[in-house]
């Protein structure tokens, strides 16, 4: 009697352990999106100038027919309806990693085709671009410019667009220590003291770019 | 020996061999990729040219201000007050040393802001807090506040208050508007009237 009670107890917690492992394992959340790069991988595609298109490749890839590049259109329904590049398709921002767009960004890997993120500006397409390439999507790429250069792009190649860049500098440096410097040589300066002493020479002549109220 | 009690020992064993064999996993406090899109969504890392000038003529020791550039364009021209942390080694030590100041407003910015944000997701993406990115970078930043355009005539009155407050950190900043065109004008009017033959003038004064 005593003996038939101590093998039911324990097949009772031969049963328990098992059931707690199954509805461990079955239960256990494994994230969907997990991140495929090192930071420092990442930190390293952005000098990679095979990761971005310029507007000049784009140009191209807009002619092109055989349907190896997909545009996709990260902005929001409403600017999506009201124009796009044909054929693009509408992934907004907050639904990039819906399963849906997961699932077409993973058909598009599967073809072998390319896919081409542009935004309202090249900033909105950045963020997008670079979670895919973290998590590990190498076929997409990023659109050095904004909508309206794609699209005027698009509409008339005959047209030169603003073959401008985002991140080019404007600021004409050598300009402003022409008018900044006599000035600044005069005047006891906070901050960009360095500057100042470089061309103290000039003070004397140019007085014209006075102050004033 | 009851069977039952090597059945149970068997199992305990497996999962002990189990474990062994599992992925170490991943101890470092890095932003889910869901919640790290949900952060790039929100535009509210982005500060304006004129909060963080305002931020800077007021001194704020919160404030730090990082250019993202290369050192050349850094030395070339940056913001007064700014660091210099290329985005190439945004993750050596050092550069993780200063940003990990968890009492600092860290802003960055970059010719634009496309560099800087990319910048800051990596540092979001690394758990890092209080990180903003300054939105349109110096390109903007020059163009609003070194080149300050007046506003017209009829333009609301906040329009001239921001003109004057851009006017007054230029020159807080460089001793001068200096491309701020049509104070210029005015000052260069003034010249002709007031000169004595000198040239010397030394009217580079303002008030």
Redesign the interface.
Known sequence: MDELN??NR??I??IG??LV?IIGLVTLRR?D???SLT??E??AL??DPASVITPEKATALLKDSSGKTVFIDVRNSIAFDRGHIKNAVNIP??E??AKKSMSAFRDIEKAGQTAVLYGET??QA???W??LR??GFKNVLLF?GSYTQLDIANSDSTTRFLPQL??????N?AA?KA??T???G??D????AQKAKKAVAPV?KE??????? | MNKRYLLLAGIIIALGVGILFMPAKDTSKQTQPELLLAAIDDPSRFLSTDDITDRLVKKDPALMVIDVRSESQFKAFSIPGAINIPADSLLSASAQEILNQKEMDKVFYSNADVTSDQAWIICKRMGMQRIYVMQGGVNKWFNTIVKAEKPAEAAPIEAMELYQFRIAACQYFFGSPLMASTPKVAADKKKVSVVKKKSEAASGGGC
């Open positions: 101590k093998t324990l097949t917690a031969v352990i098992v492992i994230p999106i997990k991140y930071p420092a990442s930190l952005l000098n921002v907050r990039l990693f090249q900033q950045n963020g997008p670079f979670m973290q998590t050095t985002s991140e080019t500098p404007l600021i440096t402003l008018i900044s006599p000035v600044a005069g005047k300066i906070v901050k960009p004397k007085a014209s770019s006075g102050g004033g109220c």
